[in-house]
T-cell receptor
Framework: EDQVTQSPEALRLQEGESSSLNCSYTVSGLRGLFWYRQDPGKGPEFLFTLYSAGEEKEKERLKATLTKKESFLHITAPKPEDSATYLC????????????FGQGTTLQVKP | DAGVIQSPRHEVTEMGQEVTLRCKPISGHNSLFWYRQTMMRGLELLIYFNNNVPIDDSGMPEDRFSAKMPNASFSTLKIQPSEPRDSAVYFC???FGTGVLAQHFGDGTRLSIL
């Protein structure tokens, strides 16, 4: 069964304290790995798509990387406004039209 | 640019009533997706359309749920009759194509069935 698993479920950081979120995925047939940010009461907001192992993408304090079995969302020197739930999702060759989402990591950054 | 627009934002109704959720995708996008989000099950795909045609409805929980897309700029998700276990946040998303492409989400409809 195609799936993604995110860890940790929740993460508390002090402002400026860098860390990483993990997303492990079903390796066979993965076509793309997506990261989204979701704020309370809002829909998920697209951040990145990664297509192949070794690929990296950056946006402000966020950098997403992809290996052959997992993806990381690195957060460098986070600010309180980075507090949100971060969702990972995958698309597989078995059904490329669908995204399958993980349960998310809820990040809280304290000033 | 206007994003995906969903209405209503909140809906509270009694068990047994018909519920209709509405979605306007981003102009030019030809794929539309309906999701349901709960604490227990996370974000689950219910159904998706490509060029107004339903492609995969395997996530629709049961016959009480139905979705239509009469044209490229409008879709509905209907629940009839509604039950308390249908309470959740329902999201609509759209994308340009059905390949491995980013989907863009609306802000959802929070549905409470009493």
């Amino acid at each position: 069964e195609d799936q993604v698993t995110q860890s940790p479920e929740a993460l508390r950081l002090q402002e400026g304290e860098s860390s990483s979120l993990n997303c492990s995925y079903t390796v066979s047939g993965l076509r793309g790995l997506f990261w989204y940010r979701q704020d309370p009461g809002k829909g998920p907001e697209f951040l990145f798509t990664l297509y192949s192992a070794g690929e990296e993408k950056e946006k402000e304090r966020l950098k997403a990387t992809l290996t052959k079995k997992e993806s990381f969302l690195h957060i460098t020197a986070p600010k309180p406004e980075d507090s949100a739930t971060y969702l990972c999702a995958g698309a597989w060759s078995s059904n490329t039209g669908k995204l399958i989402f993980g349960q998310g990591t809820t990040l809280q950054v304290k000033p | 640019d206007a994003g995906v627009i969903q209405s209503p934002r909140h809906e509270v109704t009694e068990m047994g009533q018909e519920v209709t959720l509405r979605c306007k995708p981003i102009s030019g996008h030809n794929s539309l997706f309906w999701y349901r989000q709960t604490m227990m099950r996370g974000l689950e795909l219910l159904i998706y359309f490509n060029n107004n045609v339903p492609i995969d409805d395997s996530g629709m929980p049961e016959d009480r749920f139905s979705a239509k897309m009469p044209n490229a700029s409008f879709s509905t998700l209907k629940i009839q009759p509604s039950e308390p276990r249908d309470s959740a946040v329902y999201f609509c998303a759209s994308s340009f194509g059905t390949g491995v492409l980013a989907q863009h989400f609306g802000d959802g409809t929070r549905l409470s069935i009493l």
